[in-house]
T-cell receptor
Framework: DSGVTQTPKHLITATGQRVTLRCSPR?????VYWYQQSLDQGLQFLIQYYNGEERAKGNILERFSAQQFPDLHSELNLSSLELGDSALYFC??????????????FGPGTRLTVL | DAKTTQPPSMDCAEGRAANLPCNHS???????VYWYRQIHSQGPQYIIHGLKNNETNEMASLIITEDRKSSTLILPHATLRDTAVYYC?????????????????FGQGTILTVHP
């Protein structure tokens, strides 16, 4: 158990819908990262938040957005869902802002299925 | 990000040491080597990281060559529960351009299968 929690564990929805994935970081961690794992793309970095502020962006679609709240939990919002958005979504957290020795610990993930 | 190359798959007998190689010939002097593993579809699990010295923790040992162009992750006594995809990642730290803070770039990894 990494100490990172994600809800829900599974999510099934229809195309065109909007969903929200939630992540609670390990106690004391200030950074939250979101990753997407699909069968054809592998594990890909989406976005990082550090202490409430966006820190870095990866291959995140414009239909996707995220935020980190004052209590440091984070939410990933996915809208206008398409079949290709079906994937595992992982959240990770780290103590600091992402330096080379700032180890990331991953949550169990949310499996999103878009029908 | 420095690119890493790993064999797509490896086998190991239970109780024996599993030695997983990784090539990272373009690694920069301040980049760390990280290893994660992913068991089935669970979240990636941190194993170990190092810069240039060999490292050991309760899970594994990391041997980095003197020129830092390759490394080996060693699981000293593999068990069936060690069957997983193992990822070798070269870690970019804080970037003044603001685009590389902390992200991990995962490749295809090595599928390690531990046999009874």
């Amino acid at each position: 158990d990494s100490g990172v929690t994600q809800t829900p564990k599974h999510l099934i929805t229809a195309t065109g819908q909007r969903v929200t994935l939630r992540c609670s970081p390990r106690s004391g961690d200030l950074s939250v990262y979101w990753y997407q794992q699909s069968l054809d793309q592998g594990l890909q970095f989406l976005i990082q938040y550090y202490n409430g502020e966006e820190r870095a962006k990866g291959n995140i679609l414009e239909r996707f957005s995220a935020q980190q709240f004052p209590d440091l939990h984070s939410e990933l919002n996915l809208s206008s869902l398409e079949l290709g958005d079906s994937a595992l979504y992982f959240c990770a957290s780290s103590v600091e802002g992402g330096g080379a020795t700032d180890t990331q610990y991953f949550g169990p993930g949310t499996r999103l299925t878009v029908l | 990000d420095a690119k890493t190359t790993q064999p797509p798959s490896m086998d190991c007998a239970e109780g024996r040491a599993a030695n997983l190689p990784c090539n990272h010939s373009t690694i920069s002097g301040n980049e760390y080597v990280y290893w994660y593993r992913q068991i089935h579809s669970q979240g990636p699990q941190y194993i170990i990281h190092g810069l240039k010295n060999n490292e050991t923790n309760e899970m594994a040992s990391l041997i980095i060559t003197e020129d830092r162009k390759s490394s080996t992750l060693i699981l000293p006594h593999a068990t069936l529960r060690d069957t997983a995809v193992y990822y070798c990642i070269v870690r970019v730290g804080v970037n003044a351009g603001g685009t590389s803070y902390g992200k991990l770039t995962f490749g295809q990894g090595t599928i390690l299968t531990v046999h009874p």
